[in-house]
Nanobody
């Protein structure tokens, strides 16, 4: 059974930083591409970042490029999202997603709330 558990969300002031974690279990983590998505109130879920299973190749949405960094620790079965210079428009529930290939919907975590407000 695939389980993804996000943590690290919270309330932060504009310009601040947070690091999200997603602990995975129930599958061979190192073989999966890991993704972060987010969903703001009243909006559709949007893709944020991906890290591939091989070579550590990373891709980012334009809205977060240069501010967010995705990384993974295969020994700990965990993927991270370091978020710097957070802005109010980054406020959303952040979800971890694991998929074997890009064409699969994959599995989802329950999400962690990030609120950026002064």
């Amino acid at each position: 059974q695939v389980t993804l558990e996000e943590s690290g969300g919270g309330l932060v002031q504009p310009g601040g930083s947070l690091r999200l974690s997603c602990a995975a279990s129930g599958f061979t983590f190192s073989n999966y591409r890991m993704n972060w998505y987010r969903q703001a109130p009243g909006k559709e879920r949007e893709w944020v970042a991906t890290i591939l299973s091989v070579g550590g190749i990373r891709n980012y949405a334009d809205s977060v490029k240069g501010r967010f960094t995705i990384s993974r620790d295969n020994a700990k079965n965990t993927v991270y999202l370091q978020m710097n210079n957070l802005q109010p428009e980054d406020t959303a529930v952040y979800y971890c997603n694991a998929r074997r290939t890009a064409s699969q919907p994959g599995s989802w975590g329950q999400g962690t709330q990030v609120t950026v407000s002064s």
